[in-house]
């Protein structure tokens, strides 16, 4: 679409793909700024709507109104008036989000790269959100990776507009009032009402060690499969 390259060669089965390999380097700010073919150590995560951790954030007060441009007293759900952007470290123990100062320190990018991949993950959602709509569904949110290949032009690499990197809802309940979570949040609310997620946030944030995962209930297991091959066919228009 023009928006900027990725590391796709090319599909080799229906399930596979062939992709350019990028160097990895994990540590903070040791990447060379004329290092090519790279990958930035930073996660980008864009919201068109409030909902799942961001809400639970504005919630407890973690996000204010003024900064997601929403009225203080919405509710779940509500469509923002202009896409929020997030970045998260990539290789800490956690996804930590972090402001542009420290995403600049940890990457070692110039402000104008990170302009650029910023730029790239904005206009690659609106192409989402396009063929979205025509299927029926809602792009509410998505996280996405980059390198910077040849002449440290951004590339966009590892997977994206999936169920396990973005959320989506469906279009008609959402008209109606309701938000149907149509992506692995349908897998984190189970484990939400079960209280895990609450004992291992507490586990992580007293720096103990975590509660074993619990096994998902075959209910649980079968549901998913379900919804993952139905909106394979939803996403792509082909059968599954």
Not at 23 to 46: H, N, Q, S, Y
Not at 71 to 87: H, R, T
Not at 105 to 115: A, K, P, Q, V
Request: proline share 4%; glycine share 6%.
């Amino acid at each position: 679409a023009g928006i900027c390259k990725t590391h796709l060669i090319e599909v080799n089965a229906p399930d596979r793909c062939l992709v350019r390999k990028v160097k990895v380097i994990k540590e903070p700010g040791a990447i060379p700024r004329d290092m090519e073919w790279v990958f930035v150590p930073l996660e980008v995560i864009v919201r068109h709507y409030l909902s799942g951790s961001a809400w639970r954030r504005f919630q407890r007060g973690e996000l204010s109104a003024d900064a997601l441009g929403v009225a203080p007293d919405c509710e779940y759900g509500v469509k923002l008036s202009q896409p929020f952007v997030e970045v998260t470290t990539k290789f800490e123990k956690f996804d930590r989000n972090i402001g542009r100062e420290e995403a600049l320190e940890i990457s070692n990018i110039t402000e104008e790269e990170y302009e650029s991949i910023v730029a790239a993950a904005l206009a690659v959602d609106e192409i989402i959100e396009r063929e979205a709509a025509r299927n029926g569904l809602i792009h509410v949110d998505g996280k996405k990776e980059f390198a910077l290949g040849a002449n440290r032009e951004v590339v966009l690499v590892d997977t994206f507009g999936t169920l396990d990197e973005d959320r989506w809802w469906d279009a008609e309940a959402y008209a109606n009032g309701e938000c149907i979570e149509l992506s692995k949040e349908f897998v984190r609310t189970h484990y939400i009402g079960t209280g895990h997620q609450a004992e291992l946030k507490a586990a992580r944030d007293a720096g103990t060690d975590e509660p074993p995962i619990p096994a998902l209930p075959q209910s649980v297991i079968d549901e998913t499969a379900s919804l993952y091959a139905s909106m394979y066919e939803r996403l792509t228009s082909v059968e599954f």
